[in-house]
């Protein structure tokens, strides 16, 4: 965060070239956020701030949340999730008190971002996108910046556990019920089908989240 406060200005020259200091947060005022789809979390023990002598205040606060997020799993391996970050400020009007503005551009988050995506997990961050509106509340109006995030599942560990084994299953399916075995040998066979199969399904049904409106294709045929 940074912000400007024209009253904590100072000469350096005056005060033995300090052109800057370092200040518990508390100290002096700092714009209060929220972010809005914020489950819980854990903030950090960094409560100081940077002030500079023409009064540019710097507030950086690293800190680790879980957010709410609709999820679409019908293309389930082969996903691409969307999730918003939003923060704003419900304590001052964006029309006379407080207006948030990005100081990076989305280009710049992207590239910032993807620095700090070390870990090569189930999810690949694709697109960073930013936008900066009003929102209206109680007969107020209220500055508020969405971080649109765009995640692409990477499907090769769900392709070989899970779509692999059930294309050998039902290829064996065909291959049995159209072979010259006898009718008791295919019985015996479809018996074992419906066992694997039904293992598959409570693999699927463990992996996949609860939250969405519609089943993934692969769990409907």
Not at 21 to 40: G, K, Q
Not at 59 to 72: D, G, H, I, R
Not at 108 to 137: A, C, P, R, V
Request: proline residues 6%; aromatic residues 12%.
């Amino acid at each position: 965060q940074e912000w400007k406060n024209t009253f904590a200005t100072w000469d350096p020259q005056d005060f033995c070239n300090i052109s800057k200091i370092i200040l518990p947060t508390d100290t002096y005022w700092s714009p209060p956020i929220f972010i809005l789809e914020r489950v819980n979390g854990q903030n950090s023990n960094l409560d100081y701030m940077v002030v500079m002598h023409n009064g540019s205040f710097n507030s950086t606060q690293p800190f680790q949340v879980t957010l709410t997020c609709s999820l679409m799993i019908v293309k389930f391996p082969f996903d691409t999730q969307t999730c918003n970050l939003s923060i704003a400020s419900f304590l001052y009007p964006a029309v006379t008190d407080l207006v948030m503005k990005t100081r990076r551009t989305p280009a710049e988050m992207m590239k910032n971002s993807q620095s700090y995506f070390l870990t090569d997990g189930e999810w690949k961050f694709t697109n960073l996108s930013i936008i900066e509106y009003i929102e209206e509340l109680d007969d107020g109006e209220f500055s508020v910046v969405t971080y649109v995030i765009s995640m692409e599942r990477r499907p090769t560990l769900y392709v070989l556990n899970l779509i692999l084994p059930t294309c050998a299953l039902y290829l064996l399916d065909m291959a049995v019920l159209f072979g010259p075995s006898s009718l008791e040998e295919k019985i015996n066979f479809q018996i074992a089908i419906i066992l694997g199969s039904s293992m598959l399904a409570v693999i699927l049904n463990n992996i996949l989240p609860t939250s969405s409106n519609k089943p993934p294709i692969i769990g409907t045929h």
